[in-house]
């Protein structure tokens, strides 16, 4: 079994790390040149840590033992922003783990009673497997491809 926890202020470098690796090997490919730099920018700026550091960007990590293995992120309360797992582990409901933590945390603790995402071509069969649905069809920005989903709960 994993472990599920808000990341440490520590593990930030790990946690974006992470997230970037995994984006490389799965999701990169169906963005142009301009959305990978737009990604990499995305998650290395520090308004992003700062955001972390004061609560408005929550950032779960999933952990086999002390590794950090899959990372999710919510933005302004109900916004999904990344969700990456290793792909070593891959398959094993890492992922399916993560949005349950997110949305009991987002139902109990924020008192939300959706979530939403901005998802990447290569992970559209695992949110509708999760429940989301299509808000918009498939939109291109700063060479990020993406589709807007919504979870009600």
Excluded: C
């Excluded at 929550?58 to 922003?81: C, E, N, P, W």
């Excluded at 497997?129 to 918009?136: Q, S, T, W, Y």
């Excluded at 939109?139 to 990020?144: A, L, R, S």
């Amino acid at each position: 079994m994993y472990d599920v926890r808000f990341i440490d202020a520590d593990e930030w470098e790990d946690a974006m790390s992470l997230a970037y690796r995994t984006f490389l090997e799965f999701d990169a490919s169906y963005f142009t040149p301009e959305g990978v730099r737009h990604f990499r920018e995305f998650i290395s700026d520090n308004t992003l840590k700062r955001m972390s550091e004061n609560g408005t960007f929550q950032v779960i990590g999933s952990y086999d033992g002390t590794k950090l293995i899959g990372v999710i992120a919510l933005r302004s309360m109900s916004h999904i922003s990344l969700l990456f797992v290793d792909s070593k582990y891959h398959n094993k409901g890492i992922g399916r783990k993560l949005i349950s933590e997110l949305v009991d945390y987002a139902k109990l603790k924020l008192h939300q009673d959706f979530l939403t995402v901005n998802a990447a071509p290569y992970a559209y069969d695992f949110y509708h497997k999760m429940g989301f649905l299509d808000m918009a069809s498939e939109v291109t920005q700063d060479g990020i491809i993406y589709t807007p989903m919504k979870y009600t709960f």
